[in-house]
């Protein structure tokens, strides 16, 4: 973190972007673009979020993504926000989506960056006014620039990203991303349209006291997660599950805590998706102090073979991420 430009809270995403450019080496502002690019389509998104109650937007789709999960309205709609900034803007070649099974080429040839993107991540919760996300990845081609993206420039691991992020669309609307050179948040103030920095400089505590994981699974988890739960319960931890991981993530981020979605039976390789989910959120939290793991590797350093492939997840305040390996090594109650 380049603290001479430490700048202050309120300061605008835009002159953010601008004065930090020197975080993104070799480019010539194209990064910066694509960030505004991102953060447009999440303005546009929050706009029909915050309606959806009032327009026939809630609700099912009526089909299922490639993952065989009931689309919903605005996951559709996000899917399609998105894609069409990310078009419009020109700096991207090549687009990774939860929604879509196939690489999205944008007809950008000449677009250096490659994003994979989790458009609206727990949209089942939209119906209960639960708060939900957008997880974004940007890594920088590895293809000949003046052709369409390759697959090989979309499965790069997690240590190649250059720039990652999340929009909660909460009790406020927050922009937390990284590129490398510690994580920033920006809360979104929609009577000017604008974001604006908020939480500089995001740091998360190196433990905590809250656990996040969905103990409905729990009889087909492998023995060292549920000896690592009754630790939790032993030492008085506070269980708190949203089911809408972003929301998750972004609450134990700033307060301390960890995420686990570990291999179940319904998900052997666990429900998560590497790419744009776990890849995205372990860049983040790595930039912010934490750690992120499958139980055994870390998130980053995983090398993709599939598009949306998926890995068990446990994230969150490095002493307890230790912690779960720790049983998962001994697989036996560690003291
Ligand atoms: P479960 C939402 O579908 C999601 O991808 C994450 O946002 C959330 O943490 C998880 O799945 C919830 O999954 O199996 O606990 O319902």
Do not use: W
Not at 225 to 239: D, L
Not at 269 to 289: M, P
């Amino acid at each position: 973190m380049n603290d001479k430009l430490a700048l202050p809270v309120g300061t605008t995403l835009d002159r953010f972007i601008m004065r930090k450019q020197e975080d993104f080496p070799f480019a010539s502002g194209e990064l910066s673009q694509l960030l505004r690019d991102i953060a447009l389509a999440a303005k546009i998104v929050n706009r029909e979020i915050n309606r959806a109650g009032l327009l026939d937007i809630s609700g099912a789709f009526g089909q299922q993504n490639v993952q065989g999960e009931e689309q919903q309205k605005l996951d559709v709609i996000a899917n399609i926000r998105f894609i069409r900034a990310l078009r419009n803007g020109g700096e991207v070649c090549t687009i990774i989506s939860e929604e879509e099974e196939d690489l999205i080429q944008t007809g950008n040839k000449k677009g250096r960056y490659i994003v994979a993107m989790d458009p609206l991540d727990g949209s089942s919760n939209i119906d209960v006014n639960v708060s939900i996300g957008t997880i974004f990845s940007i890594y920088r081609r590895c293809s000949e620039v003046g052709t369409d993206g390759t697959m090989e420039d979309c499965l790069q691991a997690g240590t190649q990203q250059i720039a990652a992020g999340y929009v909660v669309y909460g009790s406020s609307t927050m922009l937390v991303y990284t590129t490398g050179n510690g994580v920033n948040g920006f809360t979104y103030e929609p009577s000017l349209g604008e974001f604006f920095l908020s939480h500089p400089n995001i740091k998360t505590p190196q433990t905590g006291n809250i656990y996040s994981c969905n103990e409905g699974g729990s009889n087909s988890f492998p023995e060292g997660i549920k000896n690592y739960i009754n630790y939790c319960k032993e030492n008085n931890y506070s269980g708190r599950y949203i089911g809408s991981l972003v929301a998750d993530f972004h609450r134990n981020l700033l307060k301390g805590g960890i995420y686990i979605y570990p291999p179940t039976a319904k998900a052997p390789n666990g429900k998560l998706r590497l790419l744009y989910e776990a890849n995205s959120l372990a860049f983040i939290v790595e930039q912010a102090g934490g750690k992120a793991t499958n139980g055994t590797q870390r998130i980053m350093e995983i090398e993709p073979t599939e598009l949306h492939q998926r890995c068990p997840l446990i994230i969150g305040s490095t002493e307890m991420v230790d912690k779960v390996e720790g049983f998962l090594r001994a697989e036996v109650p560690v003291s």
